[in-house]
């Protein structure tokens, strides 16, 4: 009985011991989520939006010290179009699928420890992490009506965000901007050291 109490004791301590800040250097950061508010590809033509697969998003960021983060991104969605045409035979109103493949490159900067700096106020910055992030990367959208067809665009972007940790390694994040695929970003984030 002893021992069980002295191992539930140690994992105790481990999950509420934080390190000094929630973002440090050597840090690797795993994040998935979804987005949500749409901002690309509403319509598409004489079609409109008649479903949509909610988009999955990932994202790997490594520390480069206490402040900066790059990292990679990649996100998935799908969206159902119809003929918004005057329709004069059932036949006309066919629903196309497109979807969309993003990848690219991310830059955050990890602003908790120079905002408690700036206002001498303590923001928690050993569970708190308030970053700005900037993207970079392309959009690939897969046509599927009668043809199958491919289209690469550019696309930037630029969010601020929070994660919340609620244990030295797991965390929520979220963010609000122009992001990898909508304007509010969701999920869960793992810490590696």
Do not use: C
């Not at 991104?73 to 969206?79: E, H, V």
């Not at 420890?113 to 990367?137: I, K, M, N």
């Amino acid at each position: 009985m002893k021992k069980f109490i002295a191992i539930i004791s140690l994992l105790l301590i481990s999950l509420t011991s934080y390190a000094q800040s929630a973002f440090q250097q050597g840090d690797v950061l795993v994040s998935v989520g979804t987005s949500f508010i749409f901002y690309r590809n509403l319509e598409n033509g004489n079609f409109s939006r008649a479903g949509t697969i909610i988009p999955a998003v990932a994202y790997a960021e490594y520390a480069i010290n206490d402040i900066l983060g790059l990292g990679m991104y990649g996100a998935f969605t799908s969206r159902k179009f119809k003929n918004v045409v005057s329709i004069q035979t059932i036949e006309d109103d066919f629903v196309f699928r497109t979807y969309y493949y993003n990848f690219g490159l991310r830059a955050t900067l990890h602003l908790t420890p120079t905002l408690e700096e700036f206002t001498g106020s303590h923001l928690h910055s050993d569970r708190v992490d308030y970053y700005l992030a900037g993207l970079a990367g392309f959009e690939w959208k897969k046509y599927e009506d009668n043809q199958l067809e491919t289209e690469r665009t550019f696309t930037p972007g630029v969010a601020a965000g929070v994660r919340y940790y609620f244990s030295p390694t797991w965390g929520l994040f979220g963010e609000v901007g122009l992001g990898i695929t909508g304007i509010a970003t969701i999920g869960i984030t793992g810490r590696f050291y």
